[in-house]
Structures are given as C-alpha cells and as structure tokens.
C-alpha cells in the first residue's frame, strides 16, 4: 500500500524521522546523566513508547488513565499520570495497581493529599511545584508544600514540575534559561522537604524544550519530555528541532480548486485548530501544505481557514500548482498533539511512499 491508496485525512508517521527524533533527545539528555521518562500524552501508541524506551525497561508518563490502562496492559508497570489526582480516581488506580501496575498520582491540594492517605491502597505520590507557568502546582517556598507533604505521609516519594512557559520562549539562550528556572525551582522544593524529614526520591521536571536545551540537571532525578517525538511547525519554530524533525503530517485530498486556494478534506477535526505559531517568528495558518513526498514543494502553502472537515489554503503565486480534485497532499501540523488527537492509527512510512506498518493508538480519557 502507498500513501497515495490511503483513505483521508489519515495520519502519516515517517518512522525514520521518529527514530532520528528519539535519539536527538536521548543524547541531549545522555550528555547530562539524567534518564528520560518519555511522556506518551501525544503519541499515544505502545510501538512509539517501546521505540521511546530504546528497547530498554523504564518508566513512561500519562496524561490520561486510559493511557494508563492501555499501556500497563502492554507490560509498562512505571507509570506517572501528570495530571492532578481527584479522589474519585483514587479507586481506578487503585485497581490498575493491584492488577501489577505502579502508577504514581500527583497532587498540589492539601485535601486531596488527605485522600490519597486514606486510602486503603494509597498510590505513590508527588506534590506538584509550579516553576513560574502559573498553570498548576505549588510555589517551591509556599507553606502549602509542606501542609500537602505532612498530609500524605508515607505516600510522598517526590515533587515534579513542568517548565511549559519555555513555549515562551524563542532560541536556545531562552530554553536553557527556562531550564535553569525550572531545575532551581524543583530541587529548592525537593531540598525543603527532605530537611523537614520526607524521603524524596523522585525530582521530576521537563518540556520538550527543556530537555533538549538543558546546561545543567544536577539534582534532577528525570525528565519528562513528549512532543520532540513527532514534532511540529512550532517546536521547530522554537528550536526543538529542525523543520524536517516534523514525523508526523496529515494526509489530505483535494476536494475543490478557486484561484489561489485549495480546498482539502481536512479541517479543524483533522488537525486542530491550534494556532501557536501565530506568536512565532513565522506564521503557519493552521499547517503548512507539504507534497506527497512531505517537501515544501508548495512554498509558503497554509492553511489559512479550518472549518470541522474543511481545510481552505492559500497557495503562493510564484508556485506551480499540479494538484486537481481528487489529489493528495501532506499537511505539517502546528501543534502535533491536538492534531493527532481525533486519528486512531497512524499510517507508518520509512522516508519513502510505501506504508510498512499501521499502529494504532489509545483516545478518550
């Protein structure tokens, strides 16, 4: 089966960009001898995750406990669900752990620490720090930090955070700046903690971005990182990796030719409607229009307007366009986790046009 036999829109993941992507990330953090705990919130797929691990055992994070649940019953026991536990979810990990799992939950609120230590099969557990992106978390030096440590006790193994301000950034000055903020945030927590007597093993921290431009990781224990994996116009756009460090792409078919523009079978389910480069130095519309082969054959093509299954892009004059309806074409993602977030299964290639492999992939919550 070739790409041109798929049916569309449909995923494409180039598995030799995949692999390339996986190693630059490994070797960024190999230098500073700290492990990668992968994030599998984008990819979503145990033939990603195994390709992540580099074939070796290790732990994963999840943003989901369908995530959980899908790649525990794939052999994964090392398991951090990132996002903030509510005691209803308590039972569900519970049930997961019992079955051989070992899920680790987070927490930044006092009450819910109280929860997690009530249970009767109490999770592993970090306190969630906040290293100045003002989402989620606690401040390093708050009371709240040891008020939530206190409440869970023998639950607490560690701390995490998330640098995602670094998406704020532009270069890698700016990244290895964010970087320093976020390990001096963390390992100040961790320090406060273990002085009052909590056995802190686990010093959690990473972005994409951070992981790759990180100068200094000492008291770090991993990094989380996920979206370098795939990649996307606005991970280039920040210097996570090259524009071809893009693996995945959509692939779409022209459903209607107007001077100047294309019409595609892809709209706004097919590859979000994220508009993160609109902030970067180049603005990609909602994805940049790649040929068959995924080279920028069509110049500066974006999708300028994404309705549900509708996707309208502006073709440049000074480019050829031999496309009529019928044709396909690739499409470069934004932000390759909305977009992957409505396809079931990617289409796998090795560079070429040939599709060696399907891998599906686990959705919904």
């Known amino acids: 089966m070739r790409i041109a036999d798929l049916p569309t829109p449909c995923l494409i993941l180039d598995r030799t960009v995949l692999a390339r992507n996986i190693r630059s990330m490994a070797g960024a953090l190999s230098r500073l001898g700290v492990p990668l705990r992968p994030h599998m919130k984008t990819a979503k797929s145990i033939e990603v995750a195994r390709m992540?691990?580099?074939?070796?055992?290790?732990?994963?994070?999840?943003?989901?406990?369908?995530?959980?649940?899908?790649?525990?019953?794939?052999?994964i026991r090392d398991i951090l669900y990132a996002v903030a536990i509510t005691p209803q979810k308590l039972d569900h990990v519970a049930k997961l752990n019992a079955a051989g799992a070992d899920i680790i939950v987070v927490t930044d609120d006092p009450e819910t620490a109280s929860a997690i230590a009530a249970h009767p099969k109490p999770p592993r557990s970090l306190i969630e720090?906040?290293?100045?992106?003002?989402?989620?978390?606690?401040?390093?030096?708050?009371?709240?930090?040891?008020?939530?440590?206190?409440?869970?006790?023998?639950?607490?193994?560690?701390?995490?955070t998330h640098a995602g301000h670094s998406y704020s950034g532009r270069g890698i000055r700016d990244m290895a700046a964010i970087a320093e903020q976020e390990r001096a945030s963390i390992t100040f927590a961790a320090q406060r903690l273990r002085q009052a007597g909590h056995a802190i093993t686990i010093v959690s921290a990473g972005s994409s971005p951070t992981a790759m431009h990180a100068e200094n990781l000492s008291g770090i224990t991993e990094m989380r990182a996920g979206v370098y994996m795939f990649g996307d116009l606005f991970q280039a756009e920040i210097g996570t990796h090259a524009?071809?460090?893009?693996?995945?792409?959509?692939?779409?078919?022209v459903i209607g030719l107007r001077p100047g523009r294309v019409l595609v079978d892809a709209g706004g389910l097919a590859l979000s409607k994220d508009r993160s480069t609109a902030d970067a130095p180049h603005d990609?519309?909602?994805?940049?229009?790649?040929?068959?082969?995924?080279?920028?054959?069509?110049?500066?093509?974006?999708?300028?307007?994404?309705?549900?299954?509708?996707?309208?892009?502006?073709?440049?004059?000074?480019?050829?366009?031999?496309?009529?309806?019928?044709?396909?074409?690739?499409?470069?993602?934004?932000?390759?986790?909305?977009?992957?977030?409505?396809?079931?299964r990617y289409f796998v290639v090795d560079g070429e046009d040939e599709v060696v492999a399907i891998w599906t992939r686990v959705n919904g919550w």
Do not use: W
């Open 52 to 75: 992540a691990l580099l074939g070796q055992p290790g732990g994963i994070t999840v943003s989901t406990l369908a995530e959980a649940e899908y790649f525990a019953g794939h052999g």
């Open 129 to 160: 720090v906040d290293c100045g992106e003002e989402r989620s978390g606690v401040v390093p030096d708050s009371a709240a930090l040891m008020e939530i440590a206190a409440r869970l006790g023998a639950s607490l193994v560690g701390v995490m």
């Open 243 to 253: 524009i071809d460090g893009i693996a995945v792409t959509v692939l779409a078919s």
């Open 284 to 344: 990609y519309g909602y994805g940049l229009a790649l040929d068959l082969a995924g080279r920028p054959s069509y110049g500066p093509a974006f999708v300028t307007r994404a309705y549900q299954e509708h996707g309208v892009i502006e073709m440049h004059p000074d480019y050829l366009i031999p496309l009529s309806v019928g044709g396909k074409l690739r499409i470069a993602p934004n932000h390759t986790c909305m977009t992957a977030a409505a396809h079931d």
